[in-house]
């Protein structure tokens, strides 16, 4: 089950998956929810919903939802999610990044806010730029 983004003309798959073979391709991405069941091994790079390893992973995590490593389960890549669960036993060996499902980055400007200080005869008078004093040669 897919349909089609009407921004980008994309075809966004909405299924949810049970991984139980091998499975190697250049990126598995969906919605819906995955998991890989104990003889599942995956290697490639993971967009997902929420994701539940049983299996193997080999490939970087990028998760929507709760990403969990089973008991039985291995992960080798990096995970950015807003939840992560590790079972003792379980095995996860990469980066992690943890933050909330409605999580945006937002580059932000920063400029600077203009000084006051007081002239001679006490006024405020607003600075914009620190006045530079030419460099003295000794």
């Known amino acids: 089950m897919s349909v089609f983004c009407t921004h980008c003309h994309k075809r966004v798959i909405l299924e949810n998956y049970k991984l139980r073979g091998y499975h190697c391709v250049a990126e598995f991405a969906t919605c819906g929810d995955v998991v890989v069941e104990r003889n599942g091994y995956v290697v490639a790079p993971i967009k997902v919903g929420k994701l539940t ?74 600075v914009t730029s620190p006045k530079r004093r030419p460099a003295s040669r000794a």
Do not use: C, M, Y
């Open 53 to 126: 390893i049983k299996g193997k992973v080999q490939g970087n995590v990028l998760a929507r939802g709760a990403v969990a490593v089973d008991k039985t389960g291995s992960l080798k890549g990096d995970v950015v999610a807003p939840a992560l669960l590790v079972e003792l036993g379980g095995a996860l060996i990469g980066f992690v990044r943890i933050h909330p499902a409605t999580h945006v980055e937002i580059e932000v400007s920063v400029k600077p806010k203009p000084r006051t200080s007081k002239g001679r005869a006490g006024a405020k008078r607003t």
